[in-house]
């Protein structure tokens, strides 16, 4: 207790004889001479927990949260030795993603939002590496957000942000996120993947099929987050089987699927036959 700039948590009772944590300064020296001033400048501690025996063995160290535990009272919660390692390399994958998302078209933006929140919120992510992240999310939500915008500009009268709110309130809850099939009057090939793009980015777990007519033809655009998709819902497949009914065909990948469609007459029975083939292979892979 004599030592010079010993820590003892507050409160805490310790026995007459307790470990000495000492960093920078041997505990040898420290009995030898107590009440030298110099001790003041290294951590020394009372603690009954495990140590290292040298601080060498802990290797990298890495943070991986600052937080407050009480009024006054910071907490530091960090990674040592291989786990340490394993969140650096975590560190890089996440400049890299982030990279990624920022070269993408404003279109592509809602599903790469996601899955950088997604990685930004994992145990192992440094500290650091958190926060460029989440600098760099609001960066392109605002950027997103601009985009929404200017198709809605372009649109005339066609409110994409509000009717994707309109479609996910009225949305199908299966397989653990929500199912969409809704006709948008009036509205582009464009327009409709502009839909999808606002919907995706509100519901991170979602299967969207939207149709629109010009009078001579039908545009069909579907979307499809990772979880469904390991349900076995692919967008290209889905829009396809879709579009078949109203004499049209399209494809694309299991995110994003595009077709057009022959018969507007046929749209309503389109847009069932596409909710029945979602219905099926998600509550087929559900149960």
């Given at each position: 207790m004599k030592i010079n700039g010993l820590r003892a948590v507050?409160?805490?009772?310790?026995?007459?004889l307790v470990r000495v944590v000492s960093i920078g300064?041997?505990?040898?020296?420290?009995?030898?001479?107590?009440?030298?001033?110099?001790?003041?400048?290294?951590?020394?501690?009372f603690c009954g927990g495990t140590h290292v025996a040298r601080?060498?063995?802990?290797?990298?160290?890495?943070?991986?949260a600052e937080e407050s535990v009480s009024k006054g009272v910071r907490r530091i919660v960090a990674?040592?030795?291989?786990?340490?390692?394993?969140?650096?390399?975590?560190?890089?994958?996440?400049?890299?993603?982030?990279?990624?998302?920022?070269?993408l078209k404003?279109?592509?933006?809602?599903?790469?939002?996601?899955?950088?929140?997604?990685?930004?919120?994992?145990?192992?992510?440094?500290?650091?590496?958190?926060?460029?992240?989440?600098?760099s999310i609001a960066g392109l939500q605002d950027k997103l957000k601009k985009w929404e915008k200017a198709q809605q500009a372009?649109?005339?009268?066609?409110?994409?942000?509000?009717?994707?709110?309109?479609?996910l309130a009225s949305a199908q809850d299966l397989a653990g996120g929500k199912?969409?099939?809704?006709?948008?009057?009036?509205?582009?090939?464009?327009?409709?993947?502009?839909?999808?793009?606002?919907?995706?980015?509100?519901?991170?777990?979602?299967?969207?099929l939207v149709a629109a007519s010009d009078g001579a033809k039908l545009s069909f655009v579907t979307a499809v987050t990772d979880e469904l998709i390991a349900r076995g819902l692919r967008a290209g497949d889905w829009v396809k089987e879709?579009?078949?009914?109203?004499?049209?065909?399209?494809?694309?990948?299991?995110q994003m699927g595009q077709a057009g469609g022959k018969d507007p007459s046929r749209l309503a029975d389109a847009l069932a036959a596409g909710r029945q083939y979602a219905v099926t292979l998600l509550q087929g892979q559900s149960m």
């Open positions: 507050f409160g805490e009772k310790y026995p007459p300064a041997p505990v040898g020296d420290l009995l030898a001479q107590p009440d030298l001033a110099a001790w003041r400048k290294h951590a020394i501690e601080t060498g063995a802990i290797g990298r160290f890495v943070i991986t990674l040592t030795g291989n786990a340490a390692l394993a969140a650096a390399q975590q560190s890089r994958l996440m400049d890299e993603a982030i990279a990624a998302a920022q070269s404003e279109s592509e933006l809602p599903g790469a939002i996601n899955a950088l929140q997604k990685k930004s919120g994992a145990d192992d992510v440094p500290l650091l590496a958190r926060r460029r992240a989440q600098l372009s649109g005339g009268s066609i409110d994409i942000a509000g009717i994707a709110t309109q479609l199912l969409v099939v809704a006709e948008v009057a009036d509205a582009s090939a464009d327009q409709l993947r502009g839909v999808l793009d606002s919907i995706r980015k509100r519901q991170p777990s979602v299967a969207a879709a579009a078949k009914v109203a004499g049209g065909g399209g494809g694309g990948s299991p």
